[in-house]
């Protein structure tokens, strides 16, 4: 079974920035296509950003695209999610997880969830 942990989050000011790290336990993160997800109150998990094996962009959300960058670090095991110019529609606990590419832009494979970071965007 694939377990993945999250790190970062907290809280930032509108227009601040953010970094999120993704780590697998006990499996090279290199082997799969990742992808972040975020789940905000009240509301569904969506996929945000997603990243092929080969470092290729699967996907992101128009929501985020130019602010959010998605990124891997094979020697860390690490997949990194930089994120600038939040506003509060971004607040929201963040996930990420293995994925398979579908028309809408990226899915996960599973339906297991770490806790992921909660990040807040408010002033």
């Known amino acids: 079974q694939l377990r993945f942990v999250e790190s970062g989050g907290g809280l930032v000011q509108p227009g601040g920035t953010l970094k999120l790290s993704c780590t697998g336990s006990?499996?090279?993160?290199?082997?799969?296509?990742i992808g972040w997800f975020r789940q905000a109150p009240g509301k569904e998990r969506e996929p945000v950003s997603c990243i092929r094996e080969s470092d290729g962009i699967m996907y992101y959300a128009d929501t985020v695209k130019g602010r959010f960058t998605i990124s891997r670090d094979s020697a860390k095991n690490t997949v990194g999610h930089q994120m600038t110019n939040l506003n509060g529609s971004d607040t929201a606990v963040y996930y990420c997880?293995?994925?398979?590419?579908?028309?809408?832009?990226?899915?996960?494979?599973?339906?297991?969830w770490g806790r992921g970071p909660q990040v807040t965007v408010s002033s």
């Open positions: 006990g499996f090279q993160l290199s082997l799969w296509p």
């Open positions: 997880a293995a994925v398979q590419a579908v028309r809408s832009g990226c899915a996960p494979v599973h339906n297991t």
